[in-house]
């Protein structure tokens, strides 16, 4: 990855992109953080995560990635990487894993990008904003090559703390706490897609049948202690949840 990141921000194709997209979204010159967000955004929102061909391990370069419009965190994290690379923006990688018994054993990666001094977490392939990482308890930072990537802290004032939880899935753990829950209610959607997005959904069938009971059955309203914390539990495991659920 560090060496496919390398060529594409060398790519003049690449850099020319990045600019196109600063001149589009009109951000000022020596606006750093806005070029940070301004193209952390459009990969979010222009590249449709898909995952490898079945069985296959497969990279793309930046190159290709701006042809095919879609791939895996991977592939998201070297064009992202390669853009902001190319007008002038530090990068390192941060591998996460979910499985503390497993520490060599990494299932996801993202990016961060340095600005005064600070590292900003870029996770293109999740709905928050700039600033947010997933909490996990396994993560290992690389430095792209000739790149300090001295540990700092992730919390970054002013880009909202790292594990926040969105809205809905507050309610959601709310309302399967106790409170009533119709048929196909949104957050339940939500949590399903950011799951399978994550490619967590296979590996807790508990937790995949309970939503599929959920969306298609609804709750009543009554008290369901042991649900909510083992659904809790498994959400922290995952890095969707932090340690305590404010």
């Known amino acids: 990855m560090s060496s496919l990141i390398r060529q594409g921000a060398k790519d003049f194709h690449v850099r020319q992109t990045a600019i196109d997209i600063l001149l589009e979204r009109d951000v000022k010159p020596k606006d750093y953080l806005g070029e940070i967000r301004a193209l952390f955004e459009w990969v979010q929102q222009n590249i449709r995560y898909t995952r490898d061909t079945f069985g296959v391990e497969?990279?793309?370069?930046?190159?290709?990635?701006?042809?095919?419009?879609?791939?895996?965190?991977?592939?998201?994290?070297?064009?992202?990487?390669?853009?902001?690379?190319?007008?002038?923006?530090?990068v390192r990688l941060v591998l996460t894993g979910s499985n503390p018994l497993r520490p060599a054993f990494f299932t996801h990666v993202y990016i961060e990008a340095s600005h005064k001094n600070r590292w900003i977490p870029l996770d293109a392939t999740m709905p928050y904003p700039m600033g947010w990482a997933p909490l996990t308890p396994l993560r290992k930072i690389f430095g792209i090559e000739g790149h300090d990537t001295r540990e700092e802290p992730m919390e970054l004032e002013g880009f909202g703390a790292p594990v926040q939880v969105p809205d809905w899935l507050k309610g959601l753990i709310r309302a399967v706490r106790g409170e009533p829950l119709r048929p196909k209610d949104a957050r339940v959607k939500s949590l399903w897609n950011l799951l399978r997005q994550r490619q967590l959904l296979h590996r807790d069938p508990w937790l995949k049948a309970v939503l599929q009971r959920i969306w298609y059955n609804g709750l009543p309203a009554r008290p369901r202690p042991?649900?909510?914390?083992?659904?809790?539990?498994?959400?922290?495991?995952?890095?969707?949840?932090?340690?305590?659920?404010?």
Do not use: K, N
């Open 58 to 90: 497969v990279l793309h370069s930046a190159r290709r990635m701006l042809e095919l419009r879609a791939g895996d965190c991977d592939d998201l994290s070297i064009l992202l990487a390669s853009m902001l690379e190319s007008i002038g923006h530090p």
């Open 226 to 246: 042991h649900t909510t914390e083992r659904m809790v539990s498994q959400l922290r495991h995952f890095g969707v949840l932090p340690s305590r659920l404010r």
